[in-house]
């Protein structure tokens, strides 16, 4: 049974830093891309950055994420990290962990997903 656990999120004050981490297990083949998604209140779900796991190969972070954010891997572990530093209020939303199961990192390959955990970035 494929199962994505998320833990780290919290709240912090603007300009701090969180690690959310996501323990995957249950797939049987080896090729994987897991991802961190987020949804703000009102607002539409997007991508924040994914890892191709055979090979850790990363996409994103994007847009206003780049150079703050960064996704990585301790396969080790079978857990995906997401570092974020210089938080900013407008970061505050739902961040889920998601992964395809197959050879793709494309956003509609992302099929399995975690219940989410919450950052919340105050003023």
């Known amino acids: 049974q494929v199962q994505l656990v998320e833990s780290g999120g919290g709240s912090v004050p603007a300009g701090g830093s969180l690690r959310l981490s996501c323990i995957v297990s249950g797939f049987t083949d080896t090729y994987n891309c897991v991802g961190w998604f987020r949804q703000a209140p009102g607002k539409e779900r997007e991508e924040v950055a994914s890892i191709y796991t055979p090979s850790s190969r990363t996409f994103g972070p994007y847009d206003t994420m780049k150079g703050r954010f960064t996704i990585s891997q301790d396969a080790a572990k079978n857990t995906v990290y997401l570092q974020m530093n210089a938080l900013k209020a407008e970061d505050t939303a739902m961040y889920y962990c998601?992964?395809?199961?197959?050879?793709?990192?494309?956003?509609?390959?992302?099929?399995?997903w975690g219940q989410g955990t919450q950052v919340t970035v105050s003023r």
């Open positions: 998601a992964a395809t199961g197959r050879a793709s990192c494309a956003e509609e390959s992302f099929i399995y």
